[in-house]
C-alpha cells in the first residue's frame, strides 16, 4: 500500500516523497481510512510505530480539504501530549506534512515565557499542540479559545495519566464542542486509560498494530542483577564495553540522573542529563546533542525521555527499574526503531526483584541473566504487609490485649466524646487532609490529583 492509495490530498503525498516516505506503517494503514472518514479514533501502538504520522495526516487532509481562516484566539485542531518534547516533535511532524498547505501551527509548553505564545494565538491558529498545563494558563488568560475546535487528539494518554493530567485533561475536555472528531492515541490500555477514552469518544474506530504491554521483537533484553551500590560501576563497564552508538539510560529521579552523570564523567564518560529540573534552553541542546551525536550517553526520567525520537539508540539501559511495569515497555521501545536492531541491559538490586517480576508477567517471559545470579526464591526480600493485612482482624484463637477492663482506652470512645478534637471538625474548613499529589520526574506511578489547588509554582507543567 501506498499513500496516494489511502487517498490523502496531493500537497500531503508530495510532502511525503520529499521525505522519501513511500509506504505506511501498520498503525498508518489502518488508523488513516477511518479517520478521513470523519469517526472517532482508538490507536493502541508501540512508540516509534509512527502514531503521530497517523494523526497529522488525516487531519491535515481535512483542513485541506476545508480551508477556514481561524477566528482569534481560536484553534481549530486541538494535540495534547504529557512533555515538551513531544511537544515540539509533533509541531515538527504537522510542518513538515503540511508544508505545501496554508497551515498555521502553534506551541504551548510550560518552561518559557508564556508571552510569546499568548502573541503567537492572538490571530488564532489552525493546529495548537500544547501539554496540558500550559494549555490551562493560557485559557485562564483568555489567551485562547477552546470552543471552535474541530479536532481533538490525546497523544501518549497513558503517560499523561500517570503524570496526574487527569483532572486538567477532564477540564479541557468540557470546554469543547461536543461535535468534533476525537483521536485517542496511547502504548498500553489499562482499564483507567479505556474509562477515559469511553467517555471522550463516540463509536470509535480501534486499531492495533501489537498486543498491549508486547515488547519489540527486535530488541535483545537483559538483566544484571547486581548490588545497588555497585551500579554506577558496572554502567560504566558497559558503556565501555558495548557497541553503543547511543546510549539512553533511564533513572527514576532528577536527582538520580544527575548523580549518574557525575560518576560517568569520573570514570571517563562523556554523559549529559535531560529532566524536569534543566531549564528549556538546556534540554533542547542537549537533546539536539544527542540527536546529532555529539552526545553519545543520555541520562534521562521518564517524564523527560518521552519525546526522544531517534533512530539511532544502539542502547537503552534501566539504570533503575520502573515502578509500572507498562514503563518498561515504552523504555525499551526506544531503541530497535526504524528496522534495526537494539539491546535493553537492566540493572537490578535484590530490593528492585518486585518490579522485575511484575515486568517478566507483563511480557509474558522471562528476561536473560547477562550479570550475576537470580536470587534463588527463598533468598528474596519479603513484600511489605498491605495496609489491608496490617488492620485485619487477628486470626481465630487469637486475640490483642484488651485494654484495662476490657474496655478500649477512653471508656470505648475516642478521645473528646468520640469526635475528632475540635468538635468533629478536622482542620481545613472541615475537609479530610490529603497528601499533595505527586507530579513530575520523581515517579512513575498513577498520580492521583487532589480535589483542588495548584498544579504547582507558577502553574505549569511538570515536565
Known amino acids: 500500500?501506498?499513500?496516494?492509495?489511502?487517498?490523502?490530498?496531493?500537497?500531503?503525498?508530495?510532502?511525503?516523497?520529499?521525505?522519501?516516505?513511500?509506504?505506511?506503517?501498520?498503525?498508518?494503514?489502518?488508523?488513516?481510512?477511518?479517520?478521513?472518514?470523519?469517526r472517532d479514533l482508538v490507536g493502541i501502538a508501540q512508540t516509534g510505530t509512527?502514531?503521530?504520522?497517523?494523526?497529522?495526516?488525516?487531519?491535515?487532509?481535512?483542513?485541506?480539504a476545508r480551508p477556514v481562516k481561524p477566528?482569534?484566539?481560536?484553534?481549530?485542531?486541538?494535540?495534547?501530549?504529557?512533555?515538551?518534547?513531544?511537544?515540539?516533535?509533533?509541531?515538527?511532524?504537522?510542518?513538515?506534512?503540511?508544508?505545501?498547505?496554508?497551515?498555521?501551527v502553534r506551541i504551548a509548553i510550560g518552561g518559557v515565557p508564556i508571552g510569546k505564545q499568548i502573541r503567537g494565538l492572538s490571530a488564532g491558529a489552525d493546529v495548537l499542540v500544547a501539554t496540558p498545563g500550559r494549555l490551562m494558563d493560557l485559557h485562564r488568560s483568555r489567551a485562547v479559545r477552546l470552543d471552535r475546535v474541530a479536532f481533538l487528539v490525546l497523544d501518549e494518554a497513558d503517560r499523561m495519566l500517570d503524570m496526574g493530567f487527569i483532572r486538567d485533561i477532564?477540564?479541557?475536555v468540557a470546554l469543547l464542542p461536543k461535535r468534533r472528531q476525537t483521536f485517542f492515541f496511547s502504548a498500553t490500555m489499562p482499564p483507567e486509560i479505556s474509562r477515559l477514552a469511553d467517555g471522550m469518544l463516540n463509536n470509535p474506530a480501534k486499531v492495533a498494530v501489537t498486543p498491549a504491554a508486547s515488547t519489540a521483537e527486535r530488541v535483545e533484553q537483559r538483566i544484571a542483577h547486581v548490588d545497588r551500590a555497585r551500579k554506577p560501576d558496572l554502567l560504566a563497564e558497559i558503556l565501555k564495553r558495548e557497541p553503543v552508538d547511543r546510549a539512553l539510560v533511564f533513572t527514576r529521579t532528577k536527582h538520580g540522573a544527575d548523580k549518574v552523570v557525575r560518576g560517568l564523567v569520573k570514570a571517563g564518560i562523556a554523559a549529559e542529563a535531560i529532566h524536569g529540573n534543566k531549564s528549556q534552553g538546556q534540554r533542547e541542546r542537549v537533546l539536539a546533542g544527542f540527536k546529532q551525536g555529539k552526545v553519545r550517553t543520555l541520562i534521562a526520567t521518564d517524564i523527560a525521555a518521552r519525546g526522544i525520537d531517534v533512530d539511532d539508540i544502539s542502547h537503552v539501559i534501566n539504570f533503575d527499574l520502573p515502578q509500572v511495569a507498562?514503563?518498561?515497555?515504552?523504555?525499551?521501545?526506544?531503541?530497535?526503531?526504524?528496522?534495526?536492531a537494539g539491546i535493553a541491559i537492566s540493572l537490578c538490586s535484590p530490593d528492585e526483584l518486585p518490579l522485575l517480576k511484575a515486568i517478566e508477567r507483563l511480557i509474558r517471559q522471562e528476561i536473560a541473566v547477562s550479570e550475576g545470579e537470580r536470587p534463588s526464591r527463598a533468598a528474596e526480600p519479603r513484600k511489605a504487609p498491605t495496609a489491608d493485612a496490617r488492620n485485619a482482624r487477628p486470626a481465630e484463637g487469637r486475640s490483642r490485649?484488651?485494654?484495662?477492663?476490657?474496655?478500649?482506652?477512653?471508656?470505648?470512645?475516642?478521645?473528646?466524646?468520640?469526635?475528632?478534637?475540635?468538635?468533629?471538625?478536622?482542620?481545613?474548613?472541615?475537609?479530610?487532609?490529603?497528601?499533595?499529589?505527586?507530579?513530575?520526574?520523581?515517579?512513575?506511578?498513577?498520580a492521583f490529583m487532589r480535589s483542588a489547588g495548584p498544579r504547582g509554582p507558577g502553574g505549569t507543567d511538570p515536565a
Do not use: C, N, W
Not at 3 to 18: H, N, Q
Not at 420 to 442: N, V
Open 1 to 38: 500500500m501506498s499513500f496516494e492509495m489511502l487517498g490523502l490530498a496531493a500537497p500531503i503525498t508530495r510532502a511525503l516523497a520529499e521525505e522519501r516516505y513511500s509506504a505506511p506503517t501498520p498503525i498508518q494503514a489502518k488508523a488513516i481510512p477511518p479517520a478521513l472518514e470523519g
Open 50 to 64: 509512527g502514531k503521530t504520522a497517523a494523526f497529522a495526516l488525516p487531519i491535515l487532509h481535512h483542513l485541506a
Open 71 to 104: 477566528e482569534p484566539k481560536s484553534v481549530r485542531v486541538l494535540v495534547l501530549t504529557p512533555t515538551r518534547e513531544l511537544a515540539s516533535q509533533i509541531v515538527d511532524s504537522f510542518q513538515t506534512y503540511g508544508r505545501h498547505l496554508s497551515v498555521s
Open 170 to 172: 477532564t477540564t479541557i
Open 326 to 340: 507498562e514503563t518498561y515497555v515504552h523504555r525499551i521501545g526506544r531503541t530497535a526503531r526504524a528496522g534495526k
Open 401 to 446: 490485649r484488651p485494654a484495662r477492663g476490657g474496655q478500649p482506652k477512653g471508656g470505648g470512645q475516642h478521645k473528646g466524646g468520640g469526635q475528632h478534637k475540635g468538635g468533629g471538625q478536622r482542620r481545613h474548613g472541615g475537609r479530610p487532609r490529603y497528601e499533595p499529589a505527586l507530579r513530575g520526574d520523581d515517579i512513575s506511578t498513577v
